[in-house]
């Protein structure tokens, strides 16, 4: 059964620091990892999405990088800004039932 | 493109009432939506999976006589939480694809979620 750690669980910083968020997750048979933001109250927004296949992605100020056989990824992000506060999942997708499992997050607040 | 909704947002009931909560694909036609619960703090976990016409699959430890799903349309999924009580208060998210029955990888679009509150 995967199951997926997500450090730090929680995460405060001034305005303009770059981040690291890290994922592992136990079963590195998978086909793709996502990351998703999810504001308090909220559903899921999806944000970058890497297939087994590639080492990372990059959106704007966020690049997630993925290292399958070590079981891992990680979600950068650059220049943080007060609307990037949000909690951060990522969600492995493996074989078997093909449901992506999520991790508990990382709760991120950034200060003006 | 790839909308999907819920209502209601939030709704609060009394003990050993009935819920029903919908969740509807705007722009696509959803042929299997999931059913997601989340307490707070929590991670995401799948109850049930439903595809459009027959019955829905449900985890482990879901009680398929309390979460009623139906999927009787490829736009709409309801999930009705039966005779609730204080301990399924809870997040409830939705999610469909519409290509998820031949693609198991294809990407599922995730509703903003119903928060249920049972007084």
């Known amino acids: 059964k995967q199951e997926v750690t997500q450090i730090p669980a929680a995460l405060s910083v001034p305005e303009g620091e770059n981040l690291v968020l890290n994922c592992s997750f136990t079963d590195s048979a998978i086909y793709n990892l996502q990351w998703f933001r999810q504001d308090p109250g909220k559903g899921l927004t999806s944000l970058l999405l890497i297939q087994s296949s590639q080492r990372e992605q990059t959106s704007g100020r966020l690049n997630a990088s993925l290292d399958k056989s070590s079981g891992r990824s990680t979600l950068y992000i650059a220049a943080s800004q007060p609307g990037d506060s949000a909690t951060y999942l990522c969600a492995p997708l493996s074989g078997g039932s093909y449901i992506p499992t999520f991790g508990r997050g990382t709760s991120l607040i950034v200060h003006p | 493109g790839a909308v999907v909704s819920q209502h209601p947002s939030r709704v609060i ?6 819920v029903k909560i919908e969740c509807r ?23 049930a999976t439903s595809n459009e016409g027959s019955k829905a699959t449900y985890e482990q430890g879901v009680e398929k006589d309390k979460f009623l799903i139906n999927h009787a349309s490829l736009t709409l999924s309801t999930l009705t939480v039966t005779s609730a009580h204080p301990e399924d208060s809870s997040f409830y998210i939705c999610s469909a694809s519409d290509n998820w029955d031949r693609v198991r990888t294809d990407t599922q679009y995730f509703g903003p979620g119903t928060r249920l509150t049972v007084l």
């Open chain 2, 25 to 47: 694909s705007l722009d696509f036609q959803a042929t299997t939506m999931f059913w997601y619960r989340q307490f707070p703090k929590q991670s995401l976990m799948l109850m």
């Open chain 2, 13 to 18: 009931c009394k003990s050993g009432t009935s």
